[in-house]
């Protein structure tokens, strides 16, 4: 609840600024950061060829840290200095043993796959806007969200959830039913891997994070009609040039990307730049949730490993522990009373 | 020296911004933070599944009688990429948990430092496993 007001707050604060016209935010969108150079090798049947088994593991940070005074690329010693703390890092300094933090921090270093590497020099994963921060959420958001506060859960694919009533209460990652878009395609704590396979006229991503597979035609089909809603909306794609883009749309509104739900609309551009490169860049527009579209721009790295199965579901015991924990909690509260 | 190393930490988390640092599920919401618990017991078996590792545990209580824990470690998956697989933790062994208890009353609780007798680390010290250093495992001091 205290933390549903200061979101609420933070909020208010950040969406002082109107929504610019969608137009505005499109071409605006379309040129965010300088071009990607391509390297290409081609399928038999001559489309680019950008299969292989990924990860877009890194440490550097999703928005431009303030201690790099607004420069947008670290220092060979700032990397040397990041990687050298990643590689040390411990679950256990500054561990403060009895606090929900440490609890969340759930267990060993060997468990967690954050990565160790700078994989872009950049300071920050968000390329657009030049600040390399997330832009204010609009007016809109605000109202949304004090609107979201009254209804039932359903929604929200933060690691959280937002109540412990039933399972809906709950993020749909927990659920086991997506990190949303762009979400499943951004780097988290583990299970950072993508196999992407391609046929003529089809390009398949395989998620390793909740399992999972995109697949995404380039045979020039339209989108699905708007009455169509998908977890992870409806993607298209086409080659320009040896990049892949990617056009989604059609969300539902069951899941939320810092606050945008069926109105997002992405583009995904997939550049080979190396032999075990991809520059994996996603142009976010939702003018009822931003103030201005914004653009990730995330190193997809070639691993040449396994990708493994994420059965979620069927060893889901924390969802089970989760919602048991909160009967037990309430019957201790009902016997404190009596 | 205390001081020091608070600073590096603060600085770290300074500079990872906002790198997610959160698991599949809320920790915090499953067990709870007032209810610490250590553990010593041997393995009886790990279910090796997602989302989450569970490793079964015989402790025996104060009064000598034998009960069983499950422990709630990470995925699996990133084990099996270092090369570690379901046999790597045989049954017998014995480990030493340090973690919170479950919420719900019942005989769980999350593995949040685990280690052998020895002190060493789970799953680290066994040679290229690629497992992250974390200054904690005896063979990196």
């Known amino acids: ?338 | 020296m205390r001081l020091r190393r608070l600073v590096i930490v603060i600085g770290a988390a300074l500079l990872l911004g906002g790198a997610a640092v959160s698991a599949h599920h809320s920790f915090a919401a499953e067990f709870d933070a007032n209810a610490p618990v250590q553990l010593r017991g041997t393995v009886v078996k790990v279910e090796w599944i997602n989302p989450h590792t569970w490793i079964h545990i015989d402790v025996r209580d104060v009064d000598g009688k034998t009960v069983r824990w499950m422990i709630e470690g990470g995925t699996p998956n990133t084990l099996l990429r270092r090369g570690l697989t379901r046999t790597s933790l045989p049954e017998g062994t014995e480990i030493l948990v340090d973690g919170y208890k479950a919420k719900n009353g019942t005989n769980r609780a999350n593995g949040r430092d685990l280690t052998f007798t020895d002190g060493r680390r789970l799953f680290m010290g066994s040679s290229g496993t690629g497992a992250p250093r974390d200054g904690r495992d005896a063979g990196e001091r």
């Open chain 1, 1 to 338: 609840m205290r933390d549903r007001h200061i979101v609420l707050a933070i909020m208010m604060a950040a969406t002082l600024a109107g929504a610019p016209p969608v137009a505005a935010q499109a071409a605006r969108g379309a040129s965010a950061g300088p071009p990607a150079k391509p390297y290409t090798t081609r399928t038999p049947w001559g489309e680019p060829d950008l299969q292989g088994t990924f990860s877009n593991r890194t440490i550097t940070p999703f928005e431009r840290p303030a201690n790099v005074n607004g420069r947008e690329y670290f220092t060979p010693e700032e990397v040397a200095a990041m990687e050298k703390r990643a590689q040390a890092q411990s679950g256990d300094e500054g561990r403060s043993k009895g606090t929900r933090g440490d609890v969340e921090r759930a267990y060993n270093d060997f468990w967690w796959d954050r990565g160790t590497k700078v994989t872009t020099l950049r300071t920050s994963l968000v390329i657009d806007p030049p600040d390399g921060r997330v832009p204010p959420q609009t007016e809109a958001t605000k109202l949304r969200a004090a609107d979201e506060a009254k209804r039932p859960a359903f929604r929200g694919a933060g690691a959280s959830g937002r109540g412990v009533d039933t399972w809906l209460d709950r993020s749909t990652f927990e659920r086991c039913i997506t990190r949303g878009m762009p979400g499943a395609m951004s780097p988290t704590a583990y299970n950072n891997n993508y196999r992407i396979t391609q046929g003529p006229g089809f390009v398949a991503i395989q998620i390793e994070m909740l399992g999972g597979a995109r697949v995404i035609p380039t045979d020039g089909r339209p989108h699905l009609r708007p009455s169509m809603r998908h977890w992870m909306g409806d993607s298209v794609g086409r080659w320009d040039g040896n990049t892949l883009v990617v056009e989604t749309t059609n969300f539902t509104d069951k899941v939320l990307y810092r606050g945008a739900a069926e109105n997002l609309h992405l583009v995904e551009r997939f550049t080979r730049v190396g032999p075990d490169e991809i520059d994996y860049r996603v142009t976010i527009t939702d003018p009822t949730t931003f103030t201005r579209p914004w653009t990730i721009a995330i190193p997809y790295v070639n691993t040449g490993e396994e990708m493994f199965e994420y059965a979620c579901h069927e060893g889901n015991y924390g969802m089970e522990g989760i919602l048991s924990g909160a009967r037990e909690e309430e019957r201790k509260a009902r016997e404190q009373k009596r």
